[in-house]
């Protein structure tokens, strides 16, 4: 049975710059602001994110993008202080990574 590499939220360097995995294409539906649902055609699996999650995604799914760049971009729009929002986003990026989602790279 292969094993996953599993990137752990203490390991995540603020420079590594995250991507969509090669192959993976998303589809988006929502509702209402609050919850998102993605669809990844490449292994046929559907998310539900909260706002949070899907605006990190999106940005990714844009370009490549650092933990510190993302915590720049949302800085302005969310109440938290710079290390509480690098923190999520780390965890974000985490999950997404566990979820064949989203994945680090060498910037």
């Not at 602001?33 to 909260?50: C, G, P, R, Y």
């Amino acid at each position: 049975m292969p094993t996953a590499v599993v990137t752990s939220i203490a390991s995540i360097d603020a420079r590594e710059v995250w991507r969509l995995p090669d192959g993976v294409w998303l589809l988006w539906q929502s509702w209402d602001e609050d919850e998102i649902i993605v669809f990844n055609q490449a292994s046929d699996q559907t998310h539900l994110l909260d706002a949070f999650s899907a605006a990190v995604l999106r940005q990714i799914e844009g370009s490549p993008q650092t933990i510190s760049d993302l915590a720049r971009l949302f800085a302005a729009g969310f109440e938290l202080d710079e290390s509480e929002l690098t923190a999520r986003i780390r965890a974000v990026c985490a999950r997404f990574d566990q979820l064949g989602l989203a994945e680090p790279g060498a910037s």
